[in-house]
């Protein structure tokens, strides 16, 4: 029995090529590492529903579970606002920790959501946050919920004033 060349074990099992370039290999690198951020995402969640069911943050001495976002775990306000509300929100709605775990729903479009969602837009609004981007989401919510001011959109002017 012959050893079959390299070649034809490529052809007869179609390998995938290992990458040639070095934007390849970043790109892969960075593929790999985007995975691992949203599964330590979805781990930290988990986490914060667990201290915030058992109000955890204030036996650590924080007022609430954004206060223990931000000062305990470092995190920035934008980082702690989105997993607070969530976390917060998820109680009620575990679908929401859910998705996310599955990789079926970013946290920036849960965070628009958990602002508004009930019993009975529970499904809509889940379906459209799966489905759009967050900008378009903004202006889904907008249209349906005037009265909610999207607070990353609030840019702060002085002490007494705020523009949108």
Known sequence: MRPIPAQELESLFEFQKPPTSKIEQLHLKAIERAKAFRTSEAELLEIL??????????ALGYKNLHTYCTLGLKLTDAQAYSLSQVAIKSENFPEIKELIEEQKLHLSN????????TLENKEELLEKAQSLSKRELEYEIKKTHPEVILKEKLKVISASQSEI
């Not at 529903?49 to 204030?58: K, L, P, V």
């Not at 849960?110 to 969602?117: E, F, L, P």
């Open 49 to 58: 529903c667990d201290i915030n069911r058992i109000q955890g943050f204030r």
């Open 110 to 117: 849960a965070s628009q959501i958990a602002r508004v969602i």
